[in-house]
Every structure is written in C-alpha cells, then in structure tokens.
C-alpha cells in the first residue's frame, strides 16, 4: 500500500518545492517465520536493522532530483511529544534512538526513491522494547556536505507489527511499565529445555534474582523468600529439592551423600548431623591435598592428628614460624633437622625418657656425635654405647697352701664394672670344696669388652647370693683375669651382687679413634669425667726445616713462631695444615740466641739471650718478620717474655735482675716502667693473671707478686 504524506518543509535548495514522503513499507528482515507458532528459529540468524522504503516528490507532485541526501531518522515511544533537537534524543524522554546519515553515509535517492537499512550506521539499543507500540519520524537535511535540515515530519508514523520479530531471540512479557524476558545467550549445541506442567497450582518455577516464593505444600515447589545466587529455604520440614538429597529442617539443610562443588563453599560452618559423628573432608577425591589458605584456629582441647598412615606435617614452602603454647610438643618418631636448618630452643627442653639413646646428634652418616644416656646418666661424645656382657668363669681350682681358708664348699660369682662405675649381673655360679685351714681357690675368667675392672663375690650358700651370704672379697683391674682367694682380705663383708645390667661401654668409636668421652655413671666412680680410646702413639707432622736447637714455640692462627738459638733465628712455619707444617718465614735480625718468643696481636716480642735484649718484630705479614724495635734496658739474659695488655713482663736469668716490666704501647719504642728482684733467684718463666704475676725459678717455689694498679706496674 503506497501512503503519501507532505512535508510542509522546504528542502535545500528548492525553497519553492515541497516534497511529499511516499512510504511504501516498512520491512523487518529478520530471518524468522511468524507463520510457525511451534518453533522459533535459531536467533543468531536474526537481522538487527529494518527496512525503511520511501519516494521523496515535490509539492506538485514531481519526483525530486537525483542525488546524495542527508536524512534522519529517529524511534519514539509516543505518537507525540516535545521533540527532540536535531542529532539527538536530547530534550525528549520518549525519543529512544536516532540515526543521522550525513557524510559517507548520506541517503542515495534515484527517480525519487530512497531505500534505508535503519540501524546500519547507528545500531538498536540492545535493551530497546519492541513489545510496545513504536513510531518513526524522519527528517531531510538537503543535498550536499552542509546540511539544512527542516523540521521532523508530522504526524509520526506508528510502525506496525512486523517489528515485533525482534522478540524471538527471547520470550517477553509485558505488565504495565514492566517487561520481562526469558533470554537465551548462543549456543554451542542442539538442546531442550523441558518447563514443568504448570497445571497444578504448586508446581512453580521462580526467579533466580529475585523472591521466588512458593507455599512449599509438597515436594514440587521450593518455599520460601529467595535472593540472589542462593536456594530459598524449604517451609516445611522434610521436603527435598527434587532427587539430591537435600533435606531441610529448621534453617538446616543436611545431606545424606556426598556434597560437591566445582570450585567453593562458602559456609561459616561445617558439622555433623549428630554429636559424635566424624566430619570428613577429602577422603575420596581430594587426593591432590586439602589448602587451608587463611589462618585456622583448633577450638580448646581440641587436636589435629594422623590416624594411621605415613602422613607428615610440612612446612618447609613456609618462612613462618612453628609456634606452640605452654604445653608439651610430643615427638613419639624420629625427628630430624634438615642440613642446614637450626633448632632454637628459648626456654627449657626435657627429655623425659629412660634409654642409652634418649638424645643423639649425628652427622651425616648417622653417626652419633653426642649420645644422652638417660638410664645410665652418662653423657657420650663421639661413642655408641652397649650393654657390657656379664662374665663367664672359665676355671676354679684350689692349692691346699698359701692361705687360710678352712675345710668348706664355697660359690663364686664374678661381674664386670665399666669405667663409670656401672656394674654387669654375676656371671653363673662355680663352686670349690676346700681341706684343711690353710686353703686357696684360684678363678680365671674370659675377658669382657669394655671392662675396667671386676668384682668376685663369694659364699658358703649355693643359690642367689643375698646380702648377710655373701661378700666382695676382692677386686681386679680390667687386665687381670684371675683372682686368688687367700681369705685373708675382705672388701665388704655384707655386699651383694646386682640382679641387674648397669654396665656399659664405649662399643665403637664414630668417627675419631683417638678420641672419646664418657661423662657421669650410675655407679661409685673415682672421678666424674672419663676419658677412653687410643692414646695417639704418633704424632701427626713434623719438620726440621730451618731449624737448629730450636728452644720454643709460639702460636697464632695458622702460624708458629719458633726461637733457634742454634742459627741465631726466628722461625715461622704456616700450620694450617697440622701434617705438614711448612717453613714460610725466618729472621735474625737484633737476635743472638733468641730463648722465647710471645705473640700479641700483630707483633712478636722476643727475648735475645747473649745480647740481653728485647727485639720486637712487626707480623702482620708471616713470611717476612720486620723488626720495628728493641731494647736492653734493665735487662741480663732474659730467657721469657709474657705479654699482657700494655706491657710486656721479662725473666732474666741474672741473679742481680729478676723480672722486668716494660710499656710497649708504641712496639717502635719499649720503655722500662718497672722491676722486681726480691725473692727471685734466676727466673725462668712468668705468667700473668689479673693483678699477679706468676714467677718460677731455678730451685725455688713459685712466687706470686702483687702488681699495684697505680703507678708503675710492679
């Protein structure tokens, strides 16, 4: 159907001519069949412009000329209203979209006659409602690139129904302002979607973001007041939402299977449907582990434990701390710490165990370093410690002379004692019978590892020995193997052998032969630190290079410092290397038979005995001694030096000089600031502590002299 409507306006450049608008249709090209209520196409096919037609003629009627013409085109809401201004919706709420073709985009008119795709150049909202009622005005601008636009057509022209197709990419609904929409986002697939029957009054589907209320009367409708991303809760006790096995009551929902979620649960809390039950978390699936990634509190007198298994609690990924509280950390397994980690321990640790091995530091090859024996309180560096076997009496026999043992049957029973005092249980009894009064028995016994010494008990009662039956009559070093019992001596007429193992020696050594230690015992040692091993046999280097008649020797850090009175030299040797001392340094200056020398700092103080001087030698580079100062005041053949602070205390072996003091704050220039000849008869050494100096001498005691703290040092 062709409409004609004038426009009472006058286009550019024909200000005589009016154009009457012919509208020939309006077309929604959107790929769909409104003839098919059954299906609705697939709505990606769907066009997102409308077809606009219309024939453009002056006011008498003849077609308007050819060419490029700037046209608008805008959708409202109303059949009338304010208007808006030209390019815009601005000043009119009921104006929702507006196309202006200016430019590029101007409208070709050919015989009068202009076909438009609207929404070509400026697309539809995509909330635009076309389930309303919609009206288009349009409006000319003239040919050319400065437009001269009149005024917008009138009336508007209600576009009809064919519009509506825009629809079928959702399901609307439309309730006075309202309107609601079922939308369906593309697709990767065929799929069908199957709506309950409705029919029944509590068969409802509700709104996800809003209140989906329901009477919750049976098992098909949810109750309740919804909101957003959550499941309204049920209003009645024991109903499920469909088969998941989701059951509520009160505001609890519980499950009687497994609950699972593709990424979270967010809960404030978790817990079992009865007290006593056990609350499991990734028992089945979770095999890649559990991440507790905020801090988690165990309530009081609550614990986390490994059932069974081989679990571990790691925290190696972490640079935190590991903290407890006032109570106990319990560790029933073997504990170790990583090469390189450190145990700090701030406050009192307690092992409260009975064993050899209650506390053991090892290196490397797992071998114990330092062994806490807890049953036997002993201490252990550098030993394994064993139980000591009890003794075996390999023979008994008796000589009729030499003693005073009478006619009788006696028992003897032998143990092994450690070197802490620890003592073995008896060996197995042996017997003698015995003639006369004079008497003897002699046992000989194999020996025992570890063993210093060993204690022989007898008695005239076969059996266990108890106290008031029997006695220690004698005990042997760990060397002898054999006793003989004379009668004559008793070491305890009342003693008894112990029913129990509290022996035990060094087993093997770990890692030095030549070292070992044992602190402590239970038994009644003679001392309190034992010491065992091999006592070296050799020594670990030497060297005669340089050397001639050496007298003593000094040492600091890696080097000695060795006086020669044989070469008239001071020797320096680099010992950093114990097996092969090397000589690196030597010198003679200042020196004639140097007797000792003492190292302080970075210089050497030594005392020259044929020249009756004091020669200082700067060190600082080892292999090549500076002498920096000297001095013979005061002295006569000194033989010692020792350095304490500032100053330096001389022997002199003179019989007229005993010891000398001298200030060597400045090594370049010794200064004597004191002496003491009183009492010393040829000094030959001298030792410093605090305020006393420590002199010995040829034929006498040490003598002790008081150094006064002001004035001079003596």
């Excluded at 008796?398 to 003693?403: A, D, K």
């Amino acid at each position: 159907m062709l409409q004609k409507y004038k426009i009472n306006q006058t286009l550019h450049r024909y200000s005589s001519v009016s154009a009457i608008v012919s509208l020939l249709g309006v077309f929604f090209i959107i790929g769909i069949t409104l003839l098919l209520p059954a299906k609705v196409a697939d709505a990606t096919s769907a066009s997102s412009t409308i077809n606009f037609q219309s024939r453009l003629l002056t006011s008498s009627g003849a077609v308007v000329p050819d060419g490029n013409y700037n046209v608008e085109f805008k959708i409202y809401n109303s059949a009338s209203s304010s208007g808006s201004s030209q390019g815009s919706c601005s000043g009119d709420s009921s104006c929702l979209w507006v196309e202006t073709r200016t430019g590029a985009n101007t409208v070709s008119v050919l015989g009068g006659y202009m076909s438009v795709q609207l929404g070509n150049v400026n697309a539809f909202p995509s909330v635009m409602n076309w389930g309303q009622p919609l009206w288009l005005s349009v409006r000319i601008g003239g040919i050319g690139g400065s437009p001269s636009w009149d005024l917008e057509m009138n009336p508007r022209l209600p576009l009809t129904a064919v519009p509506y197709a825009f629809s079928s990419q959702s399901l609307v609904y439309n309730s006075g302002s309202y309107s609601s929409s079922l939308v369906f986002n593309p697709q990767s697939g065929n799929n069908t979607y199957d709506l309950p029957d409705i029919g029944g009054a509590t068969a409802n589907v509700c709104l996800s973001t809003g209140n989906c209320v329901g009477n919750g009367s049976s098992g098909s409708s949810i109750g309740g007041s919804g909101s957003a991303n959550t499941i309204a809760l049920f209003t009645g006790s024991g109903y499920t939402i469909g088969n998941s096995l989701l059951t509520q009551s009160g505001s609890t929902i519980a499950t009687a299977g497994v609950l699972q979620a593709g990424t979270s649960v967010l809960t404030t809390l978790l817990d079992t449907p009865s007290s006593g039950g056990t609350l499991a978390v990734g028992t089945t699936n979770a095999t890649g582990g559990i991440d507790l990634n905020q801090s988690t509190t165990l309530a009081s007198n609550d614990n986390l434990a490994y059932v069974s298994g081989t679990g571990s609690f790691d925290q190696s990924a972490s640079s935190g701390n590991f903290a407890t509280g006032s109570g106990y950390v319990h560790l029933n397994g073997n504990t170790t710490i990583a090469s390189g980690k450190t145990l700090q321990v701030n406050g009192t640790t307690t092992i409260n165990t009975g064993s050899t091995t209650a506390l053991q530091v090892q290196n490397s090859s797992n071998a114990s370093l330092l062994t806490a024996d807890t049953t036997n309180m002993r201490l252990g560096v550098d030993v394994a410690y064993a139980a000591m076997s009890s003794p075996s009496i390999s023979n008994i026999t008796t000589s009729t002379t030499g003693g005073n043992l009478t006619a009788n049957t006696y028992y003897y029973e032998v143990t092994a004692v450690d070197a802490a005092g620890g003592e073995t249980s008896p060996s197995t009894q042996a017997s003698q019978t015995t003639t006369g009064s004079t008497s003897t028995v002699t046992i000989t016994w194999a020996p025992i590892a570890g063993a210093a010494a060993y204690n022989i008990y007898r008695s005239t009662t076969s059996g266990t020995f108890t106290t008031g039956d029997d006695s220690t009559i004698g005990t042997v070093s760990g060397s002898n193997l054999t006793f003989i019992d004379t009668n004559i001596t008793l070491n305890n007429a009342t003693a008894s052998a112990p029913s129990t193992n509290t022996a035990y020696y060094a087993s093997s050594n770990n890692s030095n032969g030549d070292l070992q230690l044992s602190v402590g015992g239970n038994g009644t040692p003679t001392g309190q630190l034992y010491v065992g091993g091999n006592v070296p046999a050799n020594y670990s280097g030497i060297t005669s290079a340089g050397l001639n008649a050496p007298q003593s020797v000094s040492v600091s850090g890696s080097y000695a410092y060795v006086t020669n009175p044989g070469n008239n030299t001071l020797e320096i040797f680099d010992i950093s290397n114990p097996a092969n001392p090397v000589e690196i340094g030597s010198t003679n200056s200042g020196l004639s038979s140097p007797y000792f020398a003492a190292v302080s700092g970075h210089y050497a103080y030594v005392a020259s005995y044929n020249n009756s001087s004091i020669v200082i030698f700067d060190i600082s580079n080892p292999p090549n001694p500076v002498e920096v100062g000297s001095t013979t005041n005061g002295l006569s053949y000194p033989n010692f030096v020792a350095v304490s602070g500032q100053y330096a205390y001389v022997t002199n072996s003179s019989t007229t000089i005993g010891l000398t003091i001298f200030d060597i704050s400045n090594p370049a220039n010794p200064v004597e600031v004191g002496s003491a000849i009183t009492g010393l008869h040829s000094p030959t050494s001298v030792a410093i502590s605090g305020r006393y100096a420590y002199v010995t001498g040829n034929g006498n005691y040490p003598y002790s002299l008081y150094i006064k703290p002001s004035s001079l040092p003596l």
